[in-house]
Structure formats: structure tokens, C-alpha cells
């Protein structure tokens, strides 16, 4: 079983350090007890023997966490479009690796279903939040019942930071404050006279500002961190996904059915510019220098997943089904397209083209809107509240 049945009396956030599953466990709000019922009800359509193994992914956390419910998702939603789904099935050309999922339509029509993970970030960036979330963790065990901090942070700390006297000085900084006062100071010259402190700590610039409460919500025993934000990064999101989808390219060898391969791109936004430089090359524009007042031209260079230095490539992708960092809790409001290959060696079913999908018609790309998930998975518009 993966939740145990219990009481459940905690209703507050999630915690910086508390994996998605411990928190989802231990969570008593309706919004935890509903996306429970859901990966609940969907590990119970799975055949028996993949029962244990799924339900260990999920209670593992991390990445497991991520890629289990992920593929759950879309078994759940490949069944509610009336498809009988196989995991894990044997192929025919010899290969010992075996695929997601084989799904066949209700015409009949049968495609495999491969599932993988693409982060913008990288391995140190990911250590690097992981520490900062150590961190933070830490600071929440303020006590600071006249003001909340307002936290604004720049790089990344490189070893795992000693907190104790940052902590230290930021309670001796808070107690030294008095809301009533800043808070006239704030009404009468604006936020800019909020009072702020600047710590660096192993190459991370973290400024604090400290909020007034209002004298109603001044007690102990509160959450004391308000907001974060992070400083500024390049963000490269085709990259990811285009290593996500030339990983599952050739990974199985020649096949008989078509392979579509589902990728659920961490990333704050996924844009289309991106999801097209993935498949097809990067955009460049290229200037005439003999009318450098001519508008330049926009042609694409040949490293895309799906055409490269010699044409194309990968042809045994069929499709690629693209979500924007979907989980359990957000399934109704992330955005997916699947973008159907021209050049691949199967074509997939006509079935798939109820969902979101973007095709190459006339030589240029076109997107047709399908159904929404929660249509389809019959969830309400305001999931999970």
C-alpha cells in the first residue's frame, strides 16, 4: 500500500528539506488527501507485479519520485482515452530492453510509450539548491514573531555552509527591530526604507529584509521566511530536451511499432521556441553584408533531435510528447504538445491526434489544441482544491 491509512493532523507548507512523498504523507489538507486518492487509484489499475516496484519509486523520493509519477500519469491518461496499456514489454528484434509501455488504441493500432526526465539544471546547480534548501531550513527555526524575512539570493554557495552564526545574527538584527516603527517608516516614505541585511557565505550573496507583521498575526511559533527569490541564470531548456530525446532514439533498435517518447522538462516555462529548437536545430539569423539594413534571415542550424549535419536523424522517434514540469499536484494547468515526427520510419496512429499535437503541414509547423487532461482524466478545473 502506498499511504498508510492514519490520522493526518499537519496542514501547513511543505518544508525546504521534506521530499515531495514524506510531505504528501503527512499532509492532512484536502488538496494531499485528493492527489493521494488519485496515485492511489491508478497504482491500483496496474497489473499486480508492477505494484511493488512503483509504489518503492514513489516512496524513494527525488528523482524516482519524479519519473514513477510521471509515468503514472500517463498510463492513467492513455487508459482514460479507452487504451489498454502493457509495461515493460518484450521486444521482438532481439533487444533485452524493454520500453514503458506498449498502449494499444481502441482501433487496434499499437505504439510504444517511453517515458524520461530533462532538467535545465545541472548536476552542481542541483547540489547547490539542495544546500541552500539545508540552509533555509535551518533559518526557519527563528523565532521572529514581529516580522517575516523577505529573502533575495545571488550565486550559488560551492560547500555545505555553517549557519550557526548567520542565524545568530539575524535573530540578534530581528530583536533589535520595532515593527511599529517600521512599519510607520514604510507608510510614510515608501518600501524602499525597509530594513535589510547583506550576508555573504561561501561565494552566496543572500540580502535579507525584514517585514512587519500586522499586530494581529504577531506571535511565536510561525514560519518566519515570507519570500524567496533567486538571482538571475541563463536559462537552456532545448539542450535538456533534446539530450532527453536522442538518449531514447536508438536505445531499443530497429522496432515494428511506432516509438512516441513523453519528456517532462523541469523548467519554470516551456516555450515553443525552445520545444522547436530541440526537435529541428537552433534558430540563428544570418545579417547580408553588403545591406546590413536588410532584415537578417532566420534559418536553423542542423543539431536538433530530429535533423542534424546530414538530414534527418533519429527517425525512429515517431513522435515526442512534451509536458512542462507535470506532477500530480499540477496536472490540469502544465502545458504539453506532442510534436509528430515528418521524417520518422513509422507513423503514429491517427488516434493520437485528439491530444495537443503540432505537425508539419505544407512544409510549416502547425499546432491543433485536443482535449484538456482534465477532460480527459476527469478532474475538476480547480484540481486538486
Known sequence: MLFQEKERTYNGPRSHTEDAFEYLDRSASTESCKVRQFLSHWISQLPEEEVMEIEARIKSGGKNYDSATFELILFAIMSQLGCSLSIHPDLDNGSTKHPDFLVKTPGGDQFYLEAVLASEFSSSELAA???????????????SPNFLLSIKTEDNPNTPPKVGVLRKELSKWLESLDPDTVANEIDADGFGVIPRKIWNLDGWKITFEAIPKKPEYRKKGQRVIGSLAGGVRWINVWRPIRRAIRSKGNRYGKLDKPLLVAVNVDAFFLDPIDEKQALFGQEKYLFNRSNLNAPPEMRRSPNGAWYGPLGPQNTRVSGVWLFGAINPWNIISRKNTLYFNP?????????????????????????????SLNEILGLSESWPE
Do not use: T
Open 129 to 143: 539548491e539542495r544546500r541552500k534548501n539545508d540552509v533555509l531550513e535551518f533559518l526557519e527555526r527563528i523565532e
Open 343 to 371: 521524417w520518422s520510419a513509422l507513423k503514429p496512429p491517427e488516434f493520437l491526434k485528439q491530444l495537443n499535437h503540432a505537425s508539419v503541414v505544407e512544409d510549416k509547423l502547425k499546432w491543433v489544441d485536443g482535449s
